[in-house]
């Protein structure tokens, strides 16, 4: 049984920096590609970035490029989000979620979940 489990959230002020994490068990880690997106209240799940399963190509949301960086660790079974510069906006459930397929923007790609962890962002 593929698991996700997320960690790293909280709550930081506006220009602020968070690294999240996302550990996978279950499955040969290095099979998914991987991916970050998010859920604010009130709002549709959004894309914010994923990775191959080599690491070697990295997809980002247009509303976070340049300021959020992915990043994976074969031997951890471990993929990160480090967020810097932080706004308001940015404040939302953060899920990981993996594919056997090719690193995705489409939410609909992803085979497996992880539950989520709340990051909020305080002006």
């Known amino acids: 049984q593929v698991q996700l489990v997320e960690s790293g959230g909280g709550q930081v002020q506006a220009g602020g920096s968070l690294r999240l994490s996302c550990a996978v068990s279950?499955?040969?880690?290095?099979?998914?590609?991987m991916g970050w997106l998010r859920q604010a209240p009130g709002k549709e799940r959004e894309f914010v970035a994923s990775?191959?399963?080599?690491?070697?190509?990295?997809y980002y949301g247009d509303s976070v490029r340049g300021r959020f960086v992915i990043s994976r660790d074969n031997a951890k079974n471990t993929v990160y989000l480090q967020m810097a510069s932080l706004k308001p906006e940015d404040t939302a459930v953060y899920s990981c979620?993996?594919?056997?397929?090719?690193?995705?923007?489409?939410?609909?790609?992803?085979?497996?979940w992880g539950q989520g962890t709340q990051v909020t962002v305080s002006s």
């Open positions: 990775i191959s399963w080599s690491g070697r190509n990295t």
């Open positions: 979620a993996a594919t056997i397929g090719p690193a995705s923007s489409d939410v609909r790609a992803y085979e497996y």
């Open positions: 279950g499955h040969t880690f290095s099979s998914f590609s």
